[in-house]
Every structure is written in C-alpha cells, then in structure tokens.
C-alpha cells in the first residue's frame, strides 16, 4: 500500500524526471492510496506525467490553485508541524464544494420517524446503503466525488451504517423500491464474510418480496481484480453473488472504469470470466475527465472492449461541481461531442450507454444535443432520473454556453425565466428538509 509518504520512493524508482515536491504538496490535500496493481501494473510511468493512470492514482500539484500550490510546499519547505499541515489544508478544501447536490440533508430517509444512518434514498426505485466497512477504496481516483469523506474535512460527516436488519426493514416499508445500491467508498474492498452480513438478510426466508435487484457500485475490476481471483475470499465472494442469482434477484455489477487500459489487463479480464459465471451482470460506468479520459477514441475502444468481455455500457458520467473540478471538467458542449463520436462508432448492442449525464439535485440530467430551434441556439436536456418521478423522460432546453460544465451554470432557453421542474422541486425539498425522502417518493404516485 502506497500513501502520500511514498511519493519520493515511488518517483525516485520510477520518475526521476518529476519533482516530488509539487506532488507532496497535492497529496497533503487530497487523499492517496495505491496498491502494487494500480502503481505496478497500471502505470505507464515512462509516459508521466500525462499518463492517464498517473493522473487518475497520484494527486496532481495542478489540482491546487497556484497560490495554494506555493503556499503549501512553503509550508512543507518550513517543516512546520503536522497540526500547521493539516490546517492549511483544511482551509484550501473548505473552498472546493466538500458536499455537492446536496446528498447529506435532501435524501435522508427515515423509518417511523427515526433517520436510518448510512442511507440515501432519492429516486423511488433506488435506495442507496453506505456499509461502514466499505467507506475506503483498494486506491483512491484524484477526482472522485466523495473524495472530501476521505479526509479530515469529511471524516465527521461520513455516511455509514452497520445495520444490515436496519437496511432490510427499511426496503421492506418502501414497496416501490425495487433495487437496493451497495455503494461507498468501495463496497468491494469488504471481506465476504462482511458483505454477506449485508446481502444475506435481502435474499433470505422473510426478504422483501419487491427487492429484485442488489446492485455494487465498484472501483475493484479495475483497481484490485485478485479480489475474484486469488485473493484468500475469492471464491466466497463469487459464492455470494451465485447466492443472490439463485435467489431469482438480479446481482448487478456496476464497474468504474474509466480508461481501456483497466480492462486490458488479463487480471481483470479473469475477475470478469469469474463474476459473468456467476449469473452476475457487469455494466461499465465512469466520469468524463480531462487528462484521462477526454476523447472520443478512448471511449469507443472502452466500450467495444467492454462489450467484447460481456459488460454493459451504462452511463458516461459529467465530472461532478466539488474538488479540482477546474482540473478535470469538460464543458457540456465538448462532453455531448465527445459521447456522440464515440457512440457512433459502436455496435448496436454496446449502445445501451446513456450521457453524458450529470447528477445534480433534482435529478441526472442527459445533454442530448445541440440543436439551433428558430434562430436559437440550445442544449437538450432529458431527465433520466429524477426526484419526481413525472419529470423522468421529459426533455428541456437550456440556452448554449460553451463554457457551461454544470447544470447550474445554465438558464432557460426561449426567454423562459425557469425550468419546468423548479417550481416543484423548490416545494419538494422543502418537504424533504422536515419529512421523510421516502414516504414523500412514496406518496407520489406510479
Ligand atoms: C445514479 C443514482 C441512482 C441510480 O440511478 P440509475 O439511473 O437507476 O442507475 C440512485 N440514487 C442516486 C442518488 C443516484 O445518484
């Protein structure tokens, strides 16, 4: 296991041509941690520091403003104290949006008026279930999203629950939920003897009938394969999976990967034959991010690879408004061009993908197009999930800005003054700040 304190190994061995300082610094900021696959395997260290692996693993000094950037390998420079660190860093992530969409006060979900910790549930049909002991990664992506949970400035808020009854009762109130989304952190970095603490209760004599699909949210194909191949539990986790299939419920698979070189590797080529045997079903999920995967060719052999090893094309993701977002995010218009070559170039059968997609507060919004409609140039946004479930499939127009990379950084096209749904959804987190998330999704009705 590598953290920040390696970095001057790593790159002594590796990538002498780096300074290490610049990377210390970055990394006293964010959260590091690599295993011998990602820093062995993965990286082409020859190529750094443009390698995309390279920027996915290793916290880039560029992820810091300039003045932080200086301010922080000053402070390093100076050897002051651990505790003088630790606050400079605090302040410089306090100003990078920590807790995006709002997920921490807007989705909280309660049984008979008591909070259920460690859940979300924001769509009807979805709930989502934050293990305690999933809420680390086998390593950590330099752009994720919940990267704020991964260090101090998050710690106090993370979301977790160690109540597997708790989960279960809650899905049995809820008829409309339909699938339940083991997610973290990484649940996959939990022993089997752990995961199925969880599972089991869902699948078992008194399960809810409604449940039909468990689904894992997961970095491991790509990060740490040998957890479905060599690893000591291995074949217990396999076990687990067969488990919920012979249950007559849908284990389904949700893979992070984010460039074609996570699956090129015969390790993860080898989990994947493993779990598919299993009567699992695979589907392939990752942001669009700029230094690793921002290009139509990258995309398009992921997903032909994907759809080659039996994985489902799902979602491309937009990069998310926390964190370095100025380091990895594409605008709108460059993200919608980028899905529209690579879709074209794909087999019926792999364009099962949807995006680019943004998951922002009142829903996961698709940009379909650019279109000019009567002398008016305009983004068309479709709803694909959304916290009214009447809104889902609808599709809206936005005004054309080519430097928009958020929802938020757009208006209403057609001299309209607001979105069709920000009536509704001022009333509805209004509700959601007093009730409960799921008893209002509930209350709506098919
Ligand atoms: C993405 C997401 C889901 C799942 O959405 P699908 O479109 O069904 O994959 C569920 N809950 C939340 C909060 C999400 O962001």
Redesign the pocket.
Known sequence: MFTKSAIPLLFNRHAPHLDPNSYIAAAQVFPMRLNSHVAEDLIDWSNTPQDPMFQLAIPQPAMLGPTDLQKMMAALQKELPKTDLQQIAEEIRKKLNPHPANQKTE?VPRLRGEEMPGM?H??RE?V?FFPSEGQFCHAFCTYCFRWAQFTSVGSSQTFKSNNGEQLRDYISSMPQVRDV?FTGGDPMVMPARILASYIDPLISNGAPSHLETIRIGSKSLAWWPYKYTTDADAKEILGIFERVVKSGRQLAFQAHFSHPRELEHPAAQEAIRQIRMTGAQIRGQAPLIRHVNDSSQVWRNMWNLQAKLGIVPY?MFVERDTGASHYWNVPLDRAHRIFSEAYSGLAGTARTVRGPSM?ASPG?VGILGVENVRGETVFVLKF??ARDPSWVGRVFFAKYDAKATWLSDLEPAFGEAEFFYEPRYKELTTLMKDGSSGQLLNSISP
């Open positions: 989705n979300q924001k769509y979805t989502l989304l979602y998951s996961k694909w999930q």
